[in-house]
């Protein structure tokens, strides 16, 4: 029954939610059209990862204080993570996406050189995911909705 009671636990569950469905309404007022991969995939605004170790600090920081030594490693383990999600990942996506340049190149040059038409094929084919980290704003804005959103949750609770 403790965990249905961690304010913390449920306010880092629900910024992860709310930030991958938000998705899904952002991406449709840039491209016009509706992406429901959205809500289970990596990048993109808001970061969901760094709404997640806000909300978790922020929920902390509501319950035990910011003097307690559970808000310092909150506080810790959300910075390396926004850290990664904005550098490590996001470079990871870059190389991703040359990547595939490369792979569509050998495509090309395969289907010249034996004139077999795969277009069929390698349409089919999964490509290597270049959305892997963040942009430094989606990782800013996913950190401000964890703020905000725990401080409501904890404003509608309590």
């Known amino acids: 029954m403790e965990l249905l009671m961690n304010f913390p636990l449920w306010a880092a569950l629900i910024a992860i939610g709310f930030a ?3 998705k899904v309404p952002l991406q449709y007022l840039a491209t ?13 605004m808001p970061s969901s990862h760094s709404g997640a170790v806000t909300a978790l600090a922020t929920g902390i920081a509501l319950e ?6 559970y808000f310092a490693i909150s ?16 470079h990871a996506g870059e190389q991703a996406t ?9 495509y090309k040059l395969v289907e010249e050189v034996k004139t077999w038409p795969e277009k069929e094929e390698k349409e089919k084919q999964k490509e290597l995911k270049e959305l892997l980290g963040h942009q430094p704003i989606e990782v800013f804005f996913g950190g401000l909705t964890g703020i905000l959103l725990t401080l409501l949750l904890h404003a ?3």
Request: proline share 2%.
């Open 20 to 22: 991958q469905f938000i």
């Open 32 to 44: 016009k059209r509706f992406d429901w991969s959205l809500l289970t995939s990596t990048g993109g």
């Open 64 to 69: 035990e204080g910011l003097g307690s030594p």
């Open 75 to 90: 506080a810790i383990f959300g910075i390396i993570v926004m850290f990664d999600a904005s550098g490590v990942r996001r």
């Open 98 to 106: 040359v990547l595939n340049r490369l792979v569509d190149d050998f």
């Open 156 to 158: 509608l609770i309590f």
